[in-house]
């Protein structure tokens, strides 16, 4: 088992930057995909941004590329998501996922099916 548990969201005027983080515990998988994904009232669940650890890549969907950055601290076992240039469209909970080892992608994109474990989210609002 690992244990997710997101920090960081809040409040914010459009132009402004929030970091999230994800400290994980539990089992250590040798190859994993960590992720963060986010869910606006009424709209899927949709990946924002994937590390690949132990592999080094990352992927970002095309709405918050350039404006976020994925970044892990191995000696804190942290997953970050360091948002900048925020926009009103980014407001959503947000919510860290691990695959357990797992694919990462499907046909290129992040799918919520394939990450076994979950964070509870925390939410981000940027108002304009």
């Known amino acids: 088992q690992v244990q997710l548990v997101e920090s960081g969201g809040g409040s914010v005027q459009a132009g402004g930057s929030l970091r999230l983080s994800c400290a994980v515990s539990g089992y250590t998988y040798s190859s994993y995909c960590m992720a963060w994904f986010r869910q606006a009232p009424g709209k899927e669940r949709e990946g924002v941004a994937v590390i690949y650890v132990g592999g080094g890549r990352s992927y970002y969907a095309d709405s918050v590329k350039g404006r976020f950055t994925i970044s892990q601290d191995n000696a804190k076992n942290t997953l970050y998501l360091l948002m900048n240039s925020l926009k009103p469209e980014d407001t959503a909970m947000y919510y860290c996922?691990?695959?357990?080892?797992?694919?990462?992608?499907?046909?290129?994109?992040?799918?919520?099916?394939?990450?076994?474990?979950w964070g509870q989210g925390t939410q981000v609002t940027v108002s304009s």
């Open positions: 996922a691990h695959n357990a080892g797992g694919l990462c992608t499907v046909a290129g994109t992040p799918r919520p099916g394939l990450y076994k474990f």
